[in-house]
């Protein structure tokens, strides 16, 4: 049975959640599952903004036909051919040959790269920055979107409801329960840390890229937006521009501390423990301490663009960094964290060279500044230590206010 939400008078959402999903992209738990958004437009002629996943496949198709009713579809414009939103494209064809895609060049060869579908030219309408599409009563502008979140990707501002189809942008990891609007839900204290994994995580390798596009976004009287993923933004749109722009430019959001320690036996954890402790006792508020072993990177890459300091600690492992914490600082250097206060602990029994190696590859990252002297711990934390602790968490304290 259908399941669909009226937008405005004239435009439908006819997309669908997937909760069974463990790892979206086979990479990132979505303990809350996600949502996969497809907007229908009723004008005269018809316009569907991209497809789906397959995994909701029956539930897209049964919401289409529920809206479409038995109108053609006219056009589909494919924003982004990353198959969480295009899976279902050559079933759509196959259902609705009368359809002309309207993408760009580099969409179109994605589109037989994927499906080989060697569809004759006049099934594209090639569109490319600035070009529009006068559908009656709205004209639709697209604007060119690079690698936010691949290279192909574009978004459609509709000029006549002053409303922007923003691809991946302002989307967050996460179902629609039914509320499908951001101002039906409290977003800011049950939906903001998912928006900003999703951000971090997916797109946050791009931030010049995404800059770029939020520019071009300020000269648009935008009234509402409607992402592939997550809520639509018809009210205080503000507030997620304002966390999008801090996220592009690697700002943090707060002044706080996240703490990532890799620990075999619980002594590197005791030391990030007690860092932790002495922080607070500071006055340094929302601190996050992180097992790397226990929680997914996506959740501290996430954290570590909210907060403006960061402390790892980890222990020596094969003579090189703790894979875990090795791993999550590959993911961080890939996502070009910048703008960060860095601390360092390590830990060895024989021969601690963790701290050494971490620092090796922090320096790399841009604008982060490594706070001396890094901690050694060996084996286990000694009385003498607590001092070194002590000033560690002062120097934090001192860099935060
Ligand atoms: Fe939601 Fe880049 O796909």
Redesign the pocket.
């Known amino acids: 049975m259908h399941n669909t939400r009226k937008i405005t008078a004239d435009l439908i959402w006819i997309g669908a959640n997937d909760r069974r999903l463990a790892l979206f992209?086979n990479i990132y738990p979505i303990p809350q599952g996600i949502s996969?958004n497809s907007y229908l437009l009723l004008d005269n002629k018809t316009v569907l903004f991209d497809t789906v996943d397959s995994a909701v496949r029956h539930q897209f198709f049964a919401n289409l036909q529920y809206a479409l009713g038995s109108r053609a579809l006219d056009y589909i414009v494919v924003h982004?051919m990353?198959p969480?939103?295009c899976a279902e494209l050559a079933s759509l064809l196959q259902i609705h040959p009368e359809t002309t895609i309207v993408c760009n060049l580099q969409t179109q060869k994605m589109i037989e790269q994927f499906f080989a579908l060697n569809l004759p030219q006049q099934k594209y309408m090639l569109i490319k920055e600035g070009d529009s599409l006068n559908t009656g009563n709205h004209i639709l502008r697209f604007i060119a979107a690079p690698m936010v979140?691949?290279p192909e990707?574009m978004m459609t501002y509709d000029e006549t409801a002053k409303i922007l189809f923003s691809?991946?942008a302002f989307?967050t990891f996460g179902a629609i329960n039914g509320n499908i609007f951001a101002d039906e839900v409290d977003f800011c204290s049950e939906y903001l840390s998912e928006a900003r994994r999703y951000y971090s995580n997916?797109?946050g390798k791009y931030g010049p890229q995404v800059q770029n596009v939020l520019k071009k976004a300020a000269t648009l009287d935008i009234r509402m937006i409607c992402p592939?993923?997550g809520f639509i933004w018809r009210q205080n749109l503000e507030y997620i521009i304002t966390k999008y722009a801090k996220w592009a430019a690697y700002e943090p959001e707060e002044q706080s501390v996240v703490i990532a320690y890799g620990s075999i036996y619980g002594n590197t954890a005791n030391a990030a423990e007690i860092l932790a402790s002495r922080l607070a006792e500071k006055g340094v508020k929302n601190i996050k301490l992180y097992d790397v072993s226990v929680t997914h990177h996506s959740y501290i890459i996430s954290e570590a663009f909210r907060a403006s300091a960061l402390v790892l600690a980890a222990p020596t492992y094969n003579g090189d960094i703790f894979i875990n914490m090795d791993n999550l600082l590959r993911d961080l250097t890939a996502h070009n964290l910048q703008n960060r206060t860095v601390a360092i602990i390590d830990n060895g029994t024989w021969a601690p060279l963790a701290g050494k190696q971490m620092a090796e590859v922090i320096s790399k990252w841009k604008n982060c500044m490594i706070l001396e002297p890094k901690i050694s711990v060996k084996s286990a934390l000694k009385a003498e230590q607590l001092t070194a602790l002590d000033t560690l968490a002062t120097s934090l304290k001192e860099i935060l206010s």
């Open positions: 992209e996969y982004h990353e969480d939103h979140h691949w990707v691809a991946d989307g997916i797109v592939l993923h």
